[in-house]
């Protein structure tokens, strides 16, 4: 059974920094280009970074470019999302999840990231 | 990288037929057959319905059809439900190497 689960959200004053990680079980991890995505409460899906099976290829949204950081660890099945100089607008829930199809088939629960003071 | 337009809200009866609109541009909806669908309940994480402009996941009900004209793809519920009643959205792969969700659709069964 494919799992995934988000984790490192949190209450961070705006200009902090936060590491999301995303821990995946169930399915070859190493061999799936992964994603963050992200919802801000009330709104709508907003894609936020991609990164291929190998760790070499990365993109991101114009919103969090020169901000934000995707990468992974192929051996411990694990995605990660380092989030600097964060902003109100970052709130949000972030999912990760592997691309199929180009589409995503699996998601998390989701980790809530609060940016405010 | 402008998120794809869809309307706020569409409704219908148990039985009908509805289809939600998502468009966009050259560099995204009109240049690749690569248009997946979302299904969001309040409160859940977001489940595909459709990937590939046309394509069912395995458990997806016939009652979901996508289709596409040039920049404009569309998700269409048939025999409605009332448990469709939920939030909709596209998704598009981009001539970056990106992806951009649509504005999200609510759909409303009366």
């Known amino acids: 059974e494919v799992q995934l689960v988000e984790s490192g959200g949190g209450l961070v004053q705006p200009g902090g920094s936060l590491r999301l990680s995303c821990a995946a079980s169930?399915?070859?991890?190493?061999?799936?280009?992964m994603h963050w995505v992200r919802q801000a409460p009330g709104k709508g899906l907003v894609w936020v970074s991609r990164?291929?099976?190998?760790?070499?290829?990365?993109s991101y949204a114009d919103s969090v470019r020169g901000r934000f950081t995707i990468s992974r660890d192929n051996a411990k099945n694990t995605l990660y999302l380092q989030m600097n100089s964060l902003r109100a607008e970052d709130t949000a829930v972030y999912y990760c999840?592997?691309?199929?199809?180009?589409?995503?088939?699996?998601w998390g629960q989701g980790t809530m990231v609060t940016a405010s003071s | 990288q402008s998120a794809l337009t869809q309307p706020p809200s569409v409704s219908g009866s148990p039985g009908q037929s509805v289809t939600i609109s998502c468009t966009g541009t050259?560099?995204?909806?009109?240049?690749?057959?690569?248009v997946s669908w979302y299904q969001q309940p309040p409160g859940t994480a977001p489940k595909l319905m459709i990937y590939?402009?046309?394509n069912r996941p395995s458990g997806v009900p016939d009652r979901f059809s996508g289709s596409k004209s040039g920049n404009t793809a569309s998700l269409t519920i048939s025999g409605l439900q009332a448990e469709d009643e939920a939030d909709y959205y596209c998704?598009?792969?981009?001539?970056?190497?990106?992806?951009?969700f649509g504005t999200g659709t609510k759909v409303t069964v009366l």
């Open positions: 590939e402009v046309t």
């Open positions: 990164i291929n099976g190998e760790g070499r290829s990365t």
């Open positions: 050259s560099s995204d909806v009109g240049g690749y057959n690569r």
């Open positions: 169930g399915f070859a991890f190493s061999t799936y280009s």
């Open positions: 998704c598009s792969y981009t001539s970056s190497s990106t992806f951009v």
């Open positions: 999840g592997p691309q199929e199809h180009f589409a995503f088939d699996r």
